[in-house]
């Protein structure tokens, strides 16, 4: 893998898409928590900044269904810990 994510982050998910690109979601990073996710796509080796998750997440985890959208569970918000679910689509 070569260049670089557009935001610097820890404590994120990273996921093997069915079509080979990774997906990076939320973290923590020089702002705080996150909800930007960030798709690298292995064929041009250029990172894109996608739509965004609803919550931001950190210590969260991302599961790839077969549909393609991935279920993304619970993590952690600031001073919650997260029950919350949600579906993400990356397009």
């Given amino acids: 893998m ?3 994510v557009h935001n610097a ?3 994120h998910t990273t ?3 069915t079509d080979g690109k990774v997906l990076v979601t939320g973290g923590r990073g020089f702002i705080g928590i ?11 080796e250029t990172w894109t900044i996608i739509d965004s998750m609803k919550i ?7 599961s790839i269904l077969t549909n393609g959208k991935l ?3 619970g993590g ?6 997260l ?9």
Avoid: C, Q, V
């Fill in 56 to 62: 931001a997440r950190e210590l969260h985890t991302a």
């Fill in 71 to 73: 279920l993304i569970t």
């Fill in 34 to 44: 996150m909800n930007s996710t960030e798709l690298y796509d292995p064929l041009t």
């Fill in 15 to 17: 996921s093997i898409l």
């Fill in 9 to 11: 982050r820890f404590l």
């Fill in 83 to 91: 029950k919350s679910t949600e579906l993400y689509y990356p397009l």
């Fill in 2 to 4: 070569t260049g670089s």
């Fill in 76 to 81: 952690r918000n600031y001073d919650d810990d």
